[in-house]
């Protein structure tokens, strides 16, 4: 009977412990979105041997992302401006 209990005790730890990892800060929504950013942001899919492609999709990418958060910038002026 005690090792039952010593079974179900050590289960239940570990089903803790991931629920605790799970819930954590950067296992959160917003850590998640913020960390698969920064990977496309710094082209973590692309070839790493080739640095001008790295170096090029980095560029091309930021741009975008400036660019798309200038225009959301926009719109929200526009609309409580307007």
Do not use: C, P
């Amino acid at each position: 009977m005690a090792r039952r209990d010593d079974d179900s005790e050590l289960e239940a730890r570990r089903i803790l412990d991931r629920v605790e990892k799970e819930s954590s800060a950067d296992a959160s929504l917003i850590g998640r979105g913020t960390d698969r950013l920064r990977s496309h942001l710094s082209a973590g899919d692309v070839d790493q041997t080739d640095r001008i492609e790295v170096w090029g999709t980095r560029v091309g990418r930021t741009i975008g992302f400036l660019i798309t958060l200038a225009i959301i910038g926009w719109l929200l002026l526009y609309l409580l401006g307007g």
